[in-house]
């Protein structure tokens, strides 16, 4: 059942044709590459232009601290995580629970929730939380790594929004959660 709330919640994020989002020790050498030969952002420019908050998990949060310039500026930043210290980093505010995140949400008046990293993924989807994804499958088997999706406590019934195909094979599609079912 979802969770009541005044914003909305997106997923943009790239898989391997095999569902992976990253190779078990982080590495997305296999996806940048691959997204580089496709010759576009991928419409990642006008998708976060409409974002005001990003949500991740620590897991996808520490490989990107270091990012110079830091992806999020001018975005409130939010990482759910049980272990990262509260007070780890300036850009970002350390939340240990769902609930204590959303009420924060709602409180700045947020209005476009990214979602991002596997795990808080996985948790917004089985709270109902995400409202659309795109889906960018660049065409590589990497045979093991971190799944995108896993369990969501049923099914989330989905409804096809677009697909594109890119250069290289890439191919990107979008989804609305389907609330009517």
Known sequence: MPINRSFRCSVFIG???DGFIARRDGDLHWLTSRGEAAGSDLGYEEFIAGIDTVVMGRGTY???????PWPHEGRHCAVLSSTLPLDA????????DLGTLLRELEERGTKSVYVDGGQVIRTFLREGLIDE?????VPVLIGT???L???TGGDVPLVHLATRVFGAGVVQSSYAVDRTT
Not at 62 to 68: K, L, V
Not at 133 to 137: A, G
């Open 15 to 17: 898989v391997s044709l």
């Open 62 to 68: 520490e490989p990107g601290r270091s990012y110079d």
């Open 89 to 96: 980093d300036p850009r970002v505010t350390v939340h240990r």
């Open 133 to 137: 994804l795109t889906i960018t499958t």
């Open 145 to 147: 790594g971190l799944p």
């Open 149 to 151: 999706f896993g369990a």
